[in-house]
């Protein structure tokens, strides 16, 4: 499968994420009176008149929500909770680029990037006990009269490969190490070239603050830090309409990537 195909393919829950927001986009609808009377008459809603009734519908036109007017935090919880979605499919997008690089990096060329040193600076510390274990694993012979030797290389792509999968290369400067490892140096000026920009650091900034924005919503829940023990939690709320800029920012520079490194 070409990287660029199987990126896209990677970015599947994220978009599903994405299609689930927009379904939930809920407006308030004004409810006659006679209507609101036929839904009683006719035993529509299960809860009685005394406790009134809303209804909003979804920008599509084609999902109606009724509720008890008791039960309005319902579809105010809705508008505010669905941008977590979002949250989420950002998320799983740079997931999806993690893992595209990790595909790019252990399955295309793997034995020239090991015998080239260029991994050395991801991989520093290779536990001694593993390598003794594959040392003397090449050392047994196996077949009719021990002719067939141990192959302890395939051991030794095998462990490093382990070792890759444990890190991150979404940081901008492990991104731009492991990029330079497969031939392309200096990413973020290739792509402000091919964004027409004139610099690079305005979009390796901006990918800065997606993977810190990240790491925030993986690694703390999105909760603000604070200097001392807070007595109340108070959450880093991000607008929709930015966290759609970081989605569209990084699903097009996954795509520049895998375009790239394929």
Known sequence: MKLLDFFNES????????ELHDALDFSDLRTRSEWRNKLFEKDIV??????????????DKNILI?????????????????AMLLEYALVMMLAAIDKMLHEATTSRNFAELLKSEKLDDFIKNFPVSEAYSIAMESRKRRGHGGKKKSRPAMKIKEAVSAKLYELSFLG???????????????????????????????????WSLICKRRNAIVHECNIKRTKKSPKIIRFDLVTSTELRKNIDFAEKFGKFLAGKLG
């Open 172 to 206: 901008t400067n492990h991104l731009e190490k492991i990029c330079a490892a497969k031939g392309v140096s200096k990413i973020f000026s290739k792509y402000a070239t091919h964004m027409g920009r004139k610099s690079a650091k305005p979009l390796r900034d901006q």
């Open 11 to 18: 970015t599947i829950h994220a978009k599903r994420l994405i």
């Open 46 to 59: 299960p809860w009685g008149k005394r406790q009134g009734v809303w209804r909003s519908i979804n920008t």
């Open 66 to 82: 009724l509720g008890a007017e008791a039960q309005q935090s319902f579809q105010e919880n809705i508008k505010i909770q669905r």
